[in-house]
Nanobody, 121 residues
Framework: QVQLVESGGGLVQAGGSLRLSCADS????????MGWFRQAPGKEREFVAA????????YYADSVKGRFTISRDNAKNTVYLQMNNLKPEDTAVYSC??????????????WGQGTQVTVSS
């Protein structure tokens, strides 16, 4: 069973940084690829970044390339999203999710509850 809990959200000024964490309390974290998604008010949920089970493969949305970095520590059952040079349009609820594989058409089976990120101008 995968149980995901996000943390690290908050209020930051434009140009600032935040690091989000997503921890799994289960025992199968290292078997899953992980993704970060976000949803802004009135908008659909969108993909942000993904990482394979061993960290060898990463994907990013064009809107965050060069600013966000996804990483994972399987010993700590945790995936991270380092967000630099934040912009007001990055304001959203950020959620992590687990998938058997990040290649092809991933199906995310497990989701966290989300953490709010607010970027002020």
């Amino acid at each position: 069973q995968v149980q995901l809990v996000e943390s690290g959200g908050g209020l930051v000024q434009a140009g600032g940084s935040l690091r989000l964490s997503c921890a799994d309390s289960g025992r199968t974290f290292s078997r899953y690829g992980m993704g970060w998604f976000r949803q802004a008010p009135g908008k659909e949920r969108e993909f942000v970044a993904a990482i394979s089970w061993n960290g060898a493969i990463t994907y990013y949305a064009d809107s965050v390339k060069g600013r966000f970095t996804i990483s994972r520590d399987n010993a700590k059952n945790t995936v991270y999203l380092q967000m630099n040079n934040l912009k007001p349009e990055d304001t959203a609820v950020y959620s992590c999710a687990a998938t058997p594989r990040v290649t092809g058409t991933p199906k995310y089976d497990y989701w966290g509850q989300g953490t709010q990120v607010t970027v002020s101008s």
